[in-house]
T-cell receptor, first 112, second 116 residues
Framework: GESVGLHLPTLSVQEGDNSIINCAYS??????FIWYKQESGKGPQFIID?????DKRQGQRVTVLLNKTVKHLSLQIAATQPGDSAVYFC???????????FGTGTKLQVIP | DAMVIQNPRYQVTQFGKPVTLSCSQT?????MYWYQQKSSQAPKLLFH???????NEADTPDNFQSRRPNTSFCFLDIRSPGLGDAAMYLC???????????????FGQGTRLTVV
């Protein structure tokens, strides 16, 4: 069967609170970043993206912050709901469009 | 409506028996990717096609091959599956755009491969 995987970091949040998920990316040349949500048994689903010439972008209930100085991304989810429970991955593109490379995921658990 | 479709959702194959996973897309995207994802790990890029140009990752084993006969379809061939190849295999698409330069990758639901 599959080899034993790494233990994902887990963030537990009370329903209605705000969540902040952090990610360190690897390549200072990356110019486009994406947050994905992956529910159990499903493929990753796009949440929000940001280009390297921006430091903040807002969507519906979600905000992404980019700090290029320290190569750090964060995803903020406002008023977290049980349906937000999933694994969240940040991804970066290298060399333009081609290589969408994923960072280590974070498991978000929402406590009702 | 599903835009990136992977078949089958679950595949069981015997150790050493060649297996093919398929992916189709209705988005007319010019880039298609194959990722391998093991339990509690991030998806790992195996290779991608930019139009017909095949781009292999340096650490992708030779056991993994791919074909893209047309824009809509892409196949992942595992020539001799080992127990370590059991994983979720994800197909994704994206396209280059003149304005944005990149459109986010859309993923299929994946094929869960079991090797017995």
């Amino acid at each position: 069967g599959e080899s034993v995987g790494l233990h994902l970091p887990t963030l537990s949040v009370q329903e209605g609170d705000n969540s902040i998920i952090n990610c360190a990316y690897s390549n200072s040349a990356s110019d486009y970043f994406i947050w994905y949500k992956q529910e159990s048994g499903k493929g990753p689903q796009f949440i929000i993206d940001i280009r390297s010439n921006m430091d903040k972008r807002q969507g519906q209930r979600v905000t992404v912050l980019l700090n290029k100085t320290v190569k750090h991304l964060s995803l903020q989810i406002a008023a977290t709901q049980p349906g937000d429970s999933a694994v969240y991955f940040c991804a970066e593109t290298l060399g333009g469009y081609q290589k969408v490379t994923f960072g280590t995921g974070t498991k978000l658990q929402v406590i009702p | 409506d599903a835009m990136v479709i992977q078949n089958p959702r679950y595949q069981v194959t015997q150790f050493g028996k060649p297996v093919t996973l398929s992916c189709s897309q209705t988005l007319n995207h010019n880039v298609m990717y194959w990722y391998q994802q093991k339990s509690s790990q991030a998806p790992k890029l195996l290779f991608h096609y930019y139009d017909k140009d095949f781009n292999n990752e340096a650490d992708t084993p030779d056991n993994f091959q791919s074909r893209r006969p047309n824009t809509s379809f892409c196949f992942l061939d595992i020539r001799s599956p080992g127990l370590g190849d059991a994983a979720m295999y994800l197909c994704a698409t994206s396209r280059t755009g003149a304005v944005r330069g990149l459109v986010e990758a859309f993923f299929g639901q994946g094929t869960r491969l079991t090797v017995v």
